[in-house]
């Protein structure tokens, strides 16, 4: 009875903080974001809402999984909105006139 009185619990913070990402990312990001993306994020966070304080933990997994899956496609639209920007950690090719930056090596 602990355990599931204890995963409940995880899965209601779980969902909680995923709601108020959601919530802060649209809010910083959204105009970046496709109307009809948005509004599927945003329905999915409202379901989500509705059903994390429930008792139903299989209910509100399922919900949390459906709107992070759902997310990610604010990641995917912001990434497409930058353009040619490398994905994090790639560092994009040098020209061959530019200068190398300190501590690069360029070969001759």
Do not use: F
Request: hydrophobic share 30%.
């Amino acid at each position: 009875e602990d355990k599931k009185k204890r995963d409940l619990i995880e899965a209601r913070n779980i969902a909680d903080n995923l709601v108020y990402m959601t919530e802060k990312t649209l809010r910083e990001s959204g105009d970046k974001v496709p109307a009809d993306v948005k509004k599927e994020i945003e329905e999915k966070a409202e379901a989500l809402k509705k059903v994390k304080d429930t008792d139903n933990i299989d209910e509100i997994k399922q919900k949390t999984a459906d709107l992070s899956q759902i997310i990610q496609k604010i990641g995917a639209e912001m990434y497409k909105a930058a353009g040619q920007n490398p994905p994090a950690g790639e560092k994009p090719e040098q020209d061959e006139g530019q200068k190398p930056e300190e501590g690069e090596y360029k070969n001759l």
